[in-house]
């Protein structure tokens, strides 16, 4: 699910949420304790900060100069960068805004191996000259320019080398890559269409959901390849190199073998990395993955290249294809190849010449980046764009940190409870409760939270509540609401580095103990209900930016009666125990949902708890334009675009929160809300948005 896009914000993503406890009352933690949090799990590589960190808006491509040690920066605004690494200095080459840019932006850059010309894709208003067939979406264009002696570009050479309609909201083309053979590699993506009328195989007739391959020294614009693999099939058009992709996010060539690899980001279950042949067919939308997407022909996959390697959304939903590493800084990754999650932040390198080897995560404890893309730099050696926070990282080896011990294996061995019994917390746990519960398919929760030493929790004036250094949360989450059937127990820490670890264990089917799990992993519940116990790295699909506590914040702590002594709320008692310092400043508290609170409100502090990790306006991974924030003046909100006064079904805010799963209407599109981690709609949610819905004056047309 993948789409950048200028100005776009939040899409809910519900995961694991840490922040409604009935535990009895505890002391304030020990100060030593094996309740802890390790501070960097064992690695191959670290994230190093670029430049000493400088910041960049929305960077999306960094390639090489290869006629000199320079690189060449492109940012989604428009904007080229070429940077003298050596001396440290940056300049602005091209400022291609003011050129019919669309909202996507630049979305691509590639430098030509021995000419002074550069290729850009940039995202454009659509051009139509039928009136009766007006052009949809948006257009993407490869252009070319020339490069002066100075490496600026010359935009009096701007030359539109290929122009293809996305007909959708994204899904272009993406990256631009020069093989080894000096021919020009597109991927284009589907164009992202949830029409009912998709085909269940690939449609020839357009370039969409391809790879070309075109020659750029020939003829103007360019000229097809003599020995492009799809010439003699008179459906195929003759650019196409490879066929049957979603949306191809960034391929790279092995500069050892040649071999030409791509991220495919799939749609409901499945991301994907692909080995290219000529000519081959890779399955979309028959297949996500290697499972069958579209079955209207009975899913007869046969002719189809299936991936070598791919994972589910349990860990990640939207990959960055990356570059099989050839440095020499990190020897043990020699022949690997490395891969980015954008959602998850996750950095993770694999051996894909081994069947069944599993993918190593290099990031763990470290920062999160929203990986646009991977670089691979003239001596192989790679770096790491966060699109969202700007940095450029550079891959390197983790030397300095010193190996210290992971969460341990058995929950037994933490000793964050008595024993093996999840309701009996250490003397280092403090219990705490939330004005309003994010839903989890009706299971009934403990949350607790570890404080090291004689550390305090820190109120900020805007209300949220920041976790000391070294400080735990620590939630449970049970099958029954009598606290007797655990499922499993989520960590979620603060490293000594400031960065955060997440943790998840399952229990087992005594609830004797529970395990570490490493990756996600799908459960089958004594109810028969299905749950989906997160890996650490989908924890942060959520607990993301300057939001990572959710539950411990000032609106959720503020009206929680724990009833000892009567009238205390949490903030308070925190703050009796000495373990809350500050306060925020004219932050509302949330009203609970069975409260007599005013129904906007208790529909407003729902949509909150349950979406607002995503729906804020600095959030611009993704497309909604929603604040779903409750102290955002309503106007301000959005959610007119989602709610029709008076009708459950002409609101596709009430339509998608009721849905799980696939829907007809939107035959290739995930339309439930929360996207992950749900499988059951909320009937307390849907009733108090429902009644909203029904009832309110809002969104009235004038």
Known sequence: MRGLTLGATGV?????????????????????????????APGLARLEPWLGGQKFGLPVEMVPDPRSRDFYLAEMYGRILRIDETIGEVRTVAELAERNMHMGGLRALALHPTAPRAFVVVERPPIGTDPDNPPRGFDSELRSYDLRADGTFDLDTETLILRVNIPGASHSMNTLRFGPDRKLYVPIGDGRTSESSIPPRYDRTNLLGTILRIDVDGAAPYTIPSDNPLLADPQMPDEVYAYGFRNPWKVSFDRATGDLWVGDVGETRTEEVNLVKPGGDYGWPLLEGTDCHHNAEGCDATGTILPVFSYTHATGNSITGGFVYRGSRIPALFGKYVYADFQAGGLWAIDLTTPGARPIHLNAGEARPFAASLAEGADAELFVLDWRGGTIYSLVADTDTPERPPFPARLSDTDCFLGTDPNQPSAHLVPYSVNVELWSDGATKNRFVMLPGRTTLEALPDGRIELPRGGLAIKTFFED?????????????????????????????????????????????????????????????????????????????????????????????????????????????????????????????????????????????????LDMRFDTPFE???????????????????????????????????????????????????????????????????
Not at 14 to 27: F, I, K, L, M, Y
Not at 675 to 689: C, E
């Open 12 to 40: 809910a993503l519900a995961s694991c949420v840490v922040g409604d406890a009935s535990a009895p009352e505890t002391p304030p933690p020990a100060p030593v304790s094996r309740c802890s949090v390790p501070e960097s």
């Open 481 to 625: 609401e009598e606290r007797k059937r655990p499922i499993e127990t989520r960590f979620l820490g603060r490293q000594g580095n400031g960065e955060w670890v997440a943790a998840s264990y399952e229990w087992n089917a005594d609830g004797t103990d529970a395990f570490l799990l490493d990756e996600a992993k799908e459960l089958t519940l004594r109810s028969g209900a299905h749950w989906t116990v997160p890996a650490p790295a989908q924890c942060f699909f959520c607990h993301q930016d300057e939001n990572v506590m959710l539950g411990i914040n000032w609106r959720q702590l503020g009206g929680t009666d724990r009833g000892d002594p009567p009238g205390e709320n949490d903030l308070e008692r925190f703050a009796r125990l000495g373990i809350l310092h500050g306060e925020a400043q004219n932050v509302p508290t949330l009203p609970r949902l069975d409260s007599t609170a005013p129904l906007e409100d208790r529909a407003r502090a729902y949509l909150h708890v349950n979406c607002s990790m995503c729906h804020y306006p600095a959030n611009v991974t993704i497309f909604s334009q």
């Open 636 to 702: 301000d909100t959005n959610l007119c675009n989602r709610v029709s006064p008076g009708s459950l079904e002409g609101s596709s805010l009430f339509r998608r929160m009721s849905s799980r799963g696939l829907s007809a209407g939107m035959l290739l599109t995930n339309t439930q809300m929360p996207p992950v981690a749900t499988n059951v709609a909320d009937p307390v949610g849907l009733g108090v948005i429902g009644d909203w819905i029904r009832t309110t004056t809002r969104c009235q047309a004038p």
